[in-house]
Structure formats: C-alpha cells, structure tokens
C-alpha cells in the first residue's frame, strides 16, 4: 500500500480543482490518501526579507514532510491568464527555499480544470515544466475543461473520452508508486 498526498494549487474555498482532486482520490483504492485543502494553508508572499526575518512556518514545514513520506503526489494546478496562480508559484518558491528537491524522485500526477474548453491547459504546461527541477517525476498529465459541464454537478465526468482519460492517468500514476 502506498501513501499518497493530494491537493489542489488553489487557495480558494471553491476551488474547482480541489473538487477534481477529490474525485480522483475518489477512485482509488488500496493505498493510504492524505487530501490537503490549500484553503486551510495561508503563507505569505515569499521574500528573502520575510525569510530572513521570521524563518518558515510550522506549516510549511509539515507540507514539505508530509511531500517527503508521500510515495507519489497528487496536484490539481488553477490558472490566471494561462499561468499557475500566485498562490501555487509562492508555495513552490517557499518549498524550494526549505529543501531544493523537496519532489526528489516523486512520481507525480499533474492535473488542471477550468470552467474555459482550454481546462486550464497553460497552467499545466508551465507547471509541467518546472517541476522538474525540484526533483518531481511528472508521470501523467489531465486536463478536464468545462468542469461545470463534465463533473460540476455530479460524481463522475460526464464525457466518457475525458473520464476514460482521467481513469488512464490515474491508473498510470498508481503503476509509478
């Protein structure tokens, strides 16, 4: 059995992503799941000043420990004007700040939504380029578009090419750990 962790980059309280991660935990069975709601997980804005003056906070230490003891990762990436949020660019700049490769070896499962047809298709691509160099191992990818049309109102994704998708990347993702 392996231990998964899993959350969305969004800080918001309706995130949709978050909603995407939940589903996709949803599905799998067999292994232990840790599911964060980023919402609970204020930081502030990285600067070396705010570094220097005040160190990390016990929060950001417990997310890169509990990214250490995972066997494989799970993340659900928003987009602002076909980037990663802020929110999620912060988080990965104070990660990298505690522990360079704080991903070393991680198999991960890179996802993205969107209300748009694009299912926030830039912010994936730019994640999925980064990662990398904190050590991750982008194992899959999916990108779910009009989530209110294929899974805002129920339990599973409407459209059997997009959920035979997902249930793909999931299986590949779960064959890495």
Do not use: C
């Amino acid at each position: 059995m392996a231990k998964i962790l899993a959350f969305a980059g969004s800080n918001s309280s309706k995130s949709i992503n978050y909603e995407l991660v939940k589903h996709t935990v949803s599905t799998i069975e067999g292994h232990e799941v840790q599911v964060l709601n980023m919402a609970n997980f204020p930081f502030p804005m990285y600067s070396e000043d705010h570094e220097r003056e005040n160190g990390y906070s016990n929060s950001m230490i417990e997310l890169k420990n509990d990214i250490s003891e995972a066997d494989g990762v799970i993340i659900s990436v928003n987009e602002h004007n076909s980037n990663p949020s802020a929110y999620f660019k912060n988080l990965l700049d104070w990660l990298s700040r505690l522990e360079r490769n704080f991903l070393q070896d991680k198999p991960v499962l890179l996802m993205s939504t969107s209300k748009g047809k694009r299912g926030a298709a830039g912010a994936i691509g730019v994640v999925e380029a980064l990662l990398p160099r904190f050590g991750a191992k982008v194992v899959g990818t999916f990108s779910l578009p009009n989530f209110l049309d294929n899974l805002g109102s129920g339990q599973s994704i409407v459209d059997a090419d997009l959920a035979q998708a997902h249930s793909t990347a999931v299986q590949n993702f779960l064959s890495r750990i």
